[in-house]
């Protein structure tokens, strides 16, 4: 009514985060797209966040390559102006993602390094560290299941490693999911007993978060994860092993 185009952009946006929400991708990307020509192109945030938005709802309705296009343009968008690093983080991450999907592991770890490198410069410490997340994840997705042992106790240190920088920075939700992690390789080979201390030193984390720091830009690093989801789930996975163990009474515990 009074031709505010800023804030006509950021409703709109709104509208598709709600639409996209509830999978409704059509009506997100309408109002994405609506967006897009109302938005100020100085307002290099919201244009960052659109470029995402709308590769998110590409990559939702498994169009891969429309949503690398928008998550590139995106990123060089703000390389180009050296700006909103940890967007550009952000966009560099999400090509990854469509790498990934797709088993393109070479080009997915190429661009979650470069990622690094842009949180990096920032010093975003979260964003790295679930950043190196992905990067362990991706290395496991080359693993055959018939190499269960490969490297087992250096894929061990590597999640150590990352729980530590999560550590460093005071982030337990990171932490807990490295331990996740460590218990998932442990149980797959057998190795019950510590598999189980992994997985209990998780779910200690996970009790011990309290109104934990968060920026928006962590949360897509946590739903690629699955860790939004999922932390009942740690606590199952602590409860199956302890079940395993004959520790039944200590299982029912934790799942209560």
């Given at each position: ?7 006509i952009a950021?409703a709109l946006m709104?509208?598709?985060e709600?639409?996209f ?9 309408n109002?994405?797209?609506?967006a897009?020509h109302?938005l100020?192109?100085d307002?290099l ?8 938005d ?19 343009d995106g ?5 180009a102006?050296?700006?909103?690093k ?9 090509i ?13 770890k ?10 990096k410069?920032v010093?975003?410490k979260i ?7 992905l990067?362990?994840?991706?290395t496991e ?8 042992n490969?490297?087992l106790?250096?894929?061990v240190q590597t999640y ?5 920088r999560?550590?460093?920075?005071g982030?337990?939700t990171?932490e807990?999911y490295s ?8 149980r797959m080979?057998g190795r019950?007993a510590?598999?189980r ?8 984390l996970?009790?011990?978060?309290a ?18 989801q999922?932390h009942e ?11 395993e ?6 299982a029912l515990?934790y799942?209560d």
């Open positions: 009514a009074v031709n505010d185009d800023a804030n950021l709104g509208i598709g709600t639409y929400r509830q999978r409704r991708y059509g009506e997100a990307l109002s994405f797209t609506q897009q109302t100020d192109s307002d945030i919201s244009d960052a966040r659109l470029h995402l709308l590769g998110n709802v590409y990559r939702a309705m498994n169009d891969g390559n429309t949503a690398l296009r928008y998550f590139r990123a060089n968008s703000l390389r102006r050296k700006t909103a940890k967007y550009e983080a952000l966009l560099l991450f999400s990854g993602t469509v790498y990934h999907e797709s088993s393109r592991w070479d080009e997915a190429r661009f979650f390094n470069e990622a690094v490198g842009a949180a410069e010093g975003d964003s790295e560290s679930y950043l190196y997340l990067l362990a994840r991706t997705s080359q693993i055959p299941v018939s190499q269960r490969f490297q106790e250096k894929r150590e490693q990352i729980g530590q999560f550590q460093d920075c982030h337990k990171g807990a331990y996740v992690q460590i218990g998932n390789l442990y080979v019950l510590e598999a201390e992994a997985y209990r030193r998780a779910v200690d996970d009790e011990e978060r109104a934990e720091y968060l920026e928006d830009v962590h949360l897509p690093y946590q739903r690629e994860l699955g860790i939004d999922n789930d740690w606590y199952r996975r602590l409860a199956a092993v302890l079940l163990l004959r520790r039944s009474e200590e515990r799942l």
